[in-house]
């Protein structure tokens, strides 16, 4: 079985990086020019322990619990082992000292450095040295003799020499490497060893071979070599059982030989090629951790397959402790659950065990312990029975190498052998936004309203909680004297909770800052036996829930409110306003896969379960790491993947995922750890982690922020890019419908312009299936467009020559008419039942409830009769609603809009056929044949904003012009329309309008005569009759202006049909037929000079029907737009 290269993770800083294991193989040992040395339990580790031994540390080395250090201060240093503690100065240099290592038995010490001296320390008498001179350069390696009686050394100078400890004599020197003057300008730094046990070879890295000399005779044995080195060979390190080599280049490789056989049995190549500084060979596995150049810490797995050695990401069988408290751990022995799916459980294949072993080999095999660790992954990592074998007979040929195998620990239970899927084990309750419980200093908390740290060592037990915005309230400091291990925070309130103990129950601990009384905390005790596991707030609420399975709800000021029962043991909660999220175990899972449920629930008036207890979904052999809500209120969660998951609530409430944080990741040991999600502004907000999963409290983390992608197929290319541009604009505007639907506040410019980017996106989309002659995706795109956006689509696709794919286009746009029309009448009653509860015992003004539908409806039938230009059917008009341009009284309310630009709405429709009409530009009619389309509008859309202000009633369509700072108001635009005014008052109003650039529209119908009145429309005719009523209902009212306003709102509420009935009458009165108006106006406009600028106007609306030069800009611009040309 080839190795298993695992994947390389950060150490330290770049830089000469040394690696060791402990005796036991149970840790990992790594220094680094960073000056620190940290002790891994396996590659996985996310919190190393680490030891500060100084500015750099160039070399180390562990035996018998003391780990000693080559520093660049010039000393070597001793610290305990695992605790870290100085033990003092073993000896000093005059320059850095390049390496150090230890005899067999762990008594002395020998340290080259360059000043050119070797010395052998005692180590529990540092008096006792010998120093060794000879050199002439810097030393760059050292090796013990395993026998003690001779020590090789390398150095710059070019030589190996081979020192006779006892007399302190040089027996032999070869001149084998390029000479330096320094070890950083060494070509290699020739890592030397002798073969363990015997000491029978002495292994020299030179140049792309590895030279072995025998003892006494120093006669060059063997060369070994192979053609998958290309550089310099830099380290060699043997095998415990002294059979086989290892070799690492500067370029690299690393390189496995058989000793006895002299063929080479592994390659394995470094990820990004980066020089092998480190080479250690674990004392009891088939395993070499070796570190590089660059300060990356790297693990081989099932080398030489090794017999008698088990394999797996963990590096030990001993007990260890719970892995950063993330799994539970009522087993003996805790693997690694979090990290790589670690195994060291003998799992025999039906293969192995029909092979000829003796019957003790098997034995011995089954009565490892078992192992927790191995429920997660057994093919990679399952254990060759023949491996034993070979143990025992090396073991009876050397008594030097007893206990060996038998080190490992012996375990009562033993597990009969299983081939199918194995449990995982349940992960503990978490808090999201917070870091490991061991830590000393660690985060509580960290979310979008501020940080709880939480400080626990010798100096100080307490908690600090600090806020993003502090005009929430200011940063506070608590004492910790309860010990509280979770904790949350909202812009009302800090939870707190802490565990049971012997003497006191566990506590929920509410700081409520925001109460307008002076009593801001309560405490409540959890009844015996019953442990607070996970919390959260909510708007005016807080939960807990406890080992019980019991979920507590309390409201923000301490009253004790609903309980229930969760279907398992929890795992995290989360809240957000009215919403509660929780997360739980709802089975076991199988092959390192977590079995996760999850309850959505709605807290406010009326109480309802959105999610009951639906599945989980989580990436293959991950899990749960963060829960929680967007700013805007959906629910979210992160899997240890770093896969971000939001819900999808127009899909059935689906979890679609958004995000990879791994994408971003530069190594494969750093991650990203989510403190925040937006959906306006598209936000990931989150820290970067290098070499870790989550930061440490100091320094303070800086945030990044990353973007979100829908993982869509051919992300490379123009129609996926637009595809996943689409669908995610589509998933991360959901929540508008849920806040519209809930009845919270949003900023309806925002659907709008979110509608219009999808519109737009759907339209290229369009273009681009129509230049690839795929006219079925065509339609197929028109079907999720909005009415108005189908008729641009016919449009376009007529311009194209696609004819018949104009005539299914617009076949859909009629079905999609029918469907609008289906639909309206019914939404208009909803409406009008929902205004007059909203209107009931208030007084009647505009309100943001006023729908745009709902008004233009209006406005339309109005406009209807009073259409003189357009030369469209009546029947097409009524198919089409006017745009959606919101009318309110006031102007922050006004949707800004673009100059030229449709905007797409499903609370409205533009009218096709109807011509906007600009006193400036020409206007560009939207479905006639000769016109602009819809894609130049799209192009102006981002050079000019402009905005609408109609007025009241008798107007046409809306006109587009540059946004005023001071529009007029619509009750003085309806109270002056109402007016009887003189001539001279209209003019003085006109220029006064101009000079502002206030938007104003073409009056419906032109006056006949100065004197003359303007004909009435339905609306008054229906304000002069019921006037007496509205002033009877209000008595107050003595403005005109309240009384049109009342009265539009009156008018308003009618039926289309007795609207249409005053609008009809009106019609009547003032004219017998539509032949005869439009005469009375060109007479009008002919023998009035003094309304000159209205008859401006009015020509400026039929510019574009005369302006054949301007359709032939547009067909250049559409034919630049499809075949991609500028």
């Not at 700081?511 to 919390?535: G, R, T, Y």
């Not at 003085?988 to 650039?997: D, F, L, P, V």
């Not at 029907?1105 to 559409?1118: A, E, G, V």
Request: glycine share 6%.
């Amino acid at each position: 079985m080839p190795a298993t290269q695992k994947p390389m993770r950060y150490g330290h800083t770049e830089g000469h990086t040394d690696v060791c294991f402990d005796d036991s193989g149970s840790c990992i040992v790594t220094c680094g020019s960073d000056g620190d040395v940290r002790i891994w339990e396996d590659l996985d580790d996310d919190d190393p322990k680490s030891i500060n031994v100084g500015e750099k540390a160039y070399s180390c080395a562990l035996k018998n619990g003391k780990l000693v250090t080559a520093v660049s201060n010039n000393t070597i240093q001793v610290h305990t082992f695992p605790e870290g503690i100085p033990d003092g100065i073993l000896t000093r240099f005059t320059t850095n000292a390049n390496h150090v290592v230890f005899n067999e038995d762990g008594t002395k010490i020998a340290a080259g450095s360059s000043d050119f001296l070797v010395k052998i320390v005692d180590v529990m008498d540092s008096s006792q040295q010998k120093t060794f001179r000879g050199h002439e350069a810097p030393v760059l390696s050292l090796s013990f003799d395993p026998k003690d009686n001779f020590l090789a050394s390398a150095s710059c100078d070019g030589s190996v020499r081979v020192w006779q400890i006892s007399d302190q004599t040089c027996v032999i020197s070869w001149p084998l490497l390029q000479k330096c003057n320094d070890v950083i300008n060494a070509k290699s730094i020739c890592r030397l060893a002798w073969q363990p046990k015997s000491g029978k070879l002495l292994a020299v890295p030179v140049e792309k071979s590895v030279k072995l000399y025998r003892r006494e005779t120093w006669s060059n044995q063997f060369d070994l070599s192979d053609s998958f080195i290309s550089q310099t060979l830099n380290i060699v390190t043997w095998s415990p059982c002294g059979q086989y080599l290892a070799a690492g280049s500067i370029n690299g490789s690393i390189i496995v030989w058989n000793v006895e056989t002299k063929d080479c049995v592994e390659r394995v190549k470094h990820e990004k090629g980066y020089a092998i500084c480190g080479l250690a060979w674990h004392p009891t596995y088939g395993r070499i951790a070796y570190t590089d150049a660059e300060g990356n810490l790297g693990l081989l797995e099932n080398v030489c397959d090794l017999r008698g050695k088990t394999s797996g990401s963990k590096v030990s069988s001993k007990v260890e402790k719970d892995y950063s408290d993330l799994f539970d751990g009522d087993d003996t022995n805790n693997g690694d659950f979090l990290n790589d799916n670690a195994v060291e459980i003998p799992s025999f294949s039906k293969g192995i065990i029909n092979n000829d072993e003796d019957e003790d080999d098997l034995t011995l095999a089954l009565s490892r312990p078992r192992q927790r660790s191995h429920i997660l992954e057994d093919d990679e990592n399952s254990v060759d029975v023949t491996m034993l074998k070979t143990g025992l007979k090396e073991e009876e040929e050397e008594e030097d190498r007893a206990g060996s195998i038998h080190n490992l620990p012996l375990g009562t239970s033993q597990r009969p052998f299983f081939d199918g899927p194995t449990p995982t084990p349940r992960q503990k309750p978490f808090q999201s936004g917070s870091t490991p419980l061991h830590l000393t200093h660690r985060f509580m908390v960290w979310n979008s309203i501020g940080i709880i740290r939480c400080y626990n060592d010798e100096q100080d037990n307490a908690i600090d909680v600090e806020f993003h915005d502090t005009s929430i309230h200011h940063a506070t400091h608590l004492s910790n004297t309860l010990n509280y291990t979770v904790a949350d925070l909202s812009h009302e309130a800090i939870l707190l909770a802490c565990e049971s103990t012997d003497e006191l129950a566990s506590k929920l601990h509410c700081l409520h800052f925001s109460s307008w009384d002076s009593s801001k905390e309560w405490m409540v005790d959890m009844p015996q036996n019953e442990d607070i596991e996970a919390i959260c707030l909510g708007q005016g609420w807080a939960a807990a829930a406890t080992s019980a399975s019991l979920l507590r709800l309390f409201t923000i000021g301490g009253i004790q409110k609903e309980m229930f029962s969760l279907p398992g043991p929890v795992v995290s909660m989360a809240g957000h306003g009215e919403q509660l999220f929780i997360v739980y175990h709802r089975g076991t899972g199988f092959d390192g896969d977590q079995c996760l449920g999850v309850q959505l629930l709605e807290l406010g008036k009326k109480k309802r379960q959105i999610l009951h207890g639906d599945p989980l979904p989580l990436t293959r052999k991950s899990y749960l790491v963060w829960v929680g809500f967007s700013a805007e209120g959906t629910p979210c969660y992160v899997d240890s993947e770093g896969c971000i998951r939001m819900l999808n609530r127009g899909l059935g409430n689906t979890w679609t995922p958004i995000c990879n944080t791994r994408e971003h990741c530069k190594g494969k040991s750093d991650h990203y750890w989510v403190v925040g999600v937006h959906e306006n502004p598209q936000q990931l907000r989150c820290i970067p982690c290098k070499g870790s999963r989550f930061p440490p409290t100091l320094p303070r983390p800086a945030v990044a922020v990353l973007s979100f992608k829908l993982p869509y197929c051919q992300a490379a290319t123009e129609k996926g890019q637009m595809e996943e541009q689409f669908w995610r604009s589509v998933i991360f505007h959901n929540h508008l419908d849920y806040l519209a639907k809930n009845g919270y506040e949003y900023e309806e410019s925002t659907k709008n312009q979110a509608i219009k980017e999808q519109q737009e996106l759907l339209m290229k989309m369009l273009a681009l299936s129509c230049k690839l002659e795929r006219e079925f995706r065509c339609v197929e795109l028109a079907d999720l467009m909005t009415q108005n956006a189908v008729n641009l689509a016919v449009k376009y696709a007529s311009r194209s020559r696609k004819l018949i794919l104009a005539q299914k286009l617009s076949e859909l746009a009629v079905e999609k008419a029918a469907e609008l029309a289906a639909t309206q009448p019914e939404e208009e009653e909803e409406e009008e039942d929902f205004r007059k509860k909203l209107n009931a015992g208030y007084s009647h003004t505009d309100t943001e409830w006023n729908q745009p539908r709902f008004r233009n409806q209006v406005e339309e039938d109005e406009d209807r009769e009073e259409e003189d230009d357009i030369e469209e059917k009546p029947e097409l008009l009524k198919q089409h609603g006017q745009n959606s341009f919101s009318k309110s009284a006031n102007i922050s309310d006004v949707p800004s809009l673009k100059s030229g630009a449709v905007t797409f709405s499903n609370q409205g429709r533009v009218n096709p056929f109807k011509v906007l009409a600009n006193s400036k530009e020409p206007t560009l009619s939207v479905n006639s044949a000769r016109s602009t389309n819809i894609l130049d509008n799209m192009n102006k859309s981002s050079k000019k904003s402009t905005t609408l202000n109609r007025t009241a009633n008798n107007e046409r369509s809306p006109v587009i012009k540059p946004l005023i700072p001071k529009p007029k108001s619509k009750q003085a635009s309806a109270a002056s329309y109402f007016q009887k005014r003189t001539q001279a008052d209209k003019t003085e109003e006109m220029k006064e309008e101009n000079s502002k650039n206030a938007s104003s529209e073409a009056p419906a119908l032109c006056p006949q005569n100065t004197e003359n009145q303007r004909p009435r429309t339905g609306f008054q005719m229906w304000l002069e009759e019921n006037r007496s009523s509205i002033l009877s209902d209000n008595p107050d009212f003595s403005d005109e202006a309240d009384i049109i306003k009342e009265g539009m709102l009156r008018f308003r509420v009618l039926s289309t049909e007795e609207r249409k009935a005053w609008n009809n009458k009106a019609k009547g009165e003032t004219t017998s037929d539509e032949a005869e108006g439009k005469k009375r106006k060109r007479v009008a406009s002919e023998s009035h000079e003094t309304e000159n600028q209205k008859e401006a106007t009015k020509e400026n609306l039929k510019l574009p029907k005369k302006q054949k030069p301007l359709d032939l800009s547009t067909n250049q611009k559409l034919s630049a737009f499809a075949f991609k040309q500028e």
